[in-house]
């Protein structure tokens, strides 16, 4: 039997977000971008160091329901320290600039909840149909 579509989506999926953010370096302050509950002053900056994505489909070789997410691995990215960056602004404008220059839709990653985010990661959800341009 052939290699599943899954499998096939799961690799293009990789291959574009690493094509457009794998050693990117993006910039955040840290919880809330320094508002309400800003933890720090100053920017950081945290390069990509790695990608976790994952696809799960309802079916291996005539899916209709497609969905996945990436773990994006930040080196020197610790939440304990700076707090989640998904509520910071600066963090989103650094991670769409990085997806745009790639070629790739701003609107193809999606925050994950706070209970779903990795050590030293951000965890996204991807609009797979945005990321592939279907």
């Not at 574009?16 to 509950?37: I, K, P, W």
């Not at 994952?54 to 320290?81: F, K, W």
Request: aromatic residues 8%; proline residues 1%; charged residues 20%.
């Amino acid at each position: 039997m052939g290699t599943s579509v899954r499998m096939l989506i799961e690799e293009d999926c990789i291959l574009l977000l690493e094509r457009a953010l794998l050693r990117q370096t993006l910039c955040a302050f840290g919880e809330d971008g320094l508002g309400q509950y800003g933890k720090s002053d100053t920017p950081h900056y945290y390069s990509v160091v790695d990608l976790r994505v994952n696809i799960e489909a309802d079916d291996d070789h005539q899916p209709t329901v497609i969905c996945g997410t990436v773990s994006i691995c930040l080196r020197g990215y610790d939440a304990d320290v700076v707090g989640y960056i998904q509520t910071d602004k600066n963090f989103d404008i650094s991670l769409n600039a990085a997806l745009i220059a790639g070629g790739l839709s701003a609107k193809s990653l999606i925050w994950a909840s706070v209970s779903e985010q990795a050590h030293g990661c951000v965890t996204f959800y991807i609009d797979v149909a945005e990321l592939l341009g279907w």
